[in-house]
């Protein structure tokens, strides 16, 4: 009888334990066995840059490029670089291209296309959750409106 007592005992002290977050876990300097478990999400930073050009291979400004969260404007010489966060590894992200200035370098479609990294080679990770960096070069040719 003994025995269940403090087997019910030492389950609702685990319990008790559970819900404050001191479980199992190795907290407060006190676990013999190494260094608590490190939390968080592996990431690597993907960058595209290159140059956004008309048909006749006129370099146009102001044009906007999107890639998820970051948004950049083509500097005087067309070009632009953009980046995102994402999760390491093989991805494919949507590049939005966009005229917005209206007519005063021209008017131009816009363009939507994916961006590929296969079997991207990371580089400078910090050796922690942070694989590193990849970049790739994009060249955009746009067409005129009608």
């Known amino acids: 009888m003994k025995r269940k007592f403090l087997e019910k005992h030492n389950k609702f002290i685990a319990y008790l334990l559970s819900i404050i977050g001191i479980g199992g876990a190795c907290t407060f300097g006190g676990c013999e066995y190494g260094t608590a478990a490190e939390y968080g999400t592996p990431s690597a930073t993907y960058k595209v840059f290159g ?3 008309s048909e ?3 370099n146009i400004r102001s044009i906007r490029v999107i890639l998820q969260n970051d948004t950049a404007h083509t500097d005087e010489n067309g070009e632009y670089n953009v980046q995102t966060t994402d999760f390491p590894g093989e991805q ?3 590049l939005e291209i966009e005229d917005i200035d209206g007519t005063s370098n021209g008017e131009f479609q816009s363009l939507d296309t994916i961006v590929s990294f296969t079997d991207p080679e990371f580089v ?3 050796g922690n959750w942070y694989s590193g960096e990849t ?3 994009m060249d955009i040719k746009l067409k005129e409106k009608n």
Do not use: A, I, R
Request: proline share 7%.
């Open 135 to 137: 970049s790739k070069e």
């Open 124 to 126: 400078n990770p910090d």
């Open 56 to 58: 006749n291979n006129t």
């Open 92 to 94: 494919d992200f949507l």
């Open 51 to 53: 140059k956004v050009t």
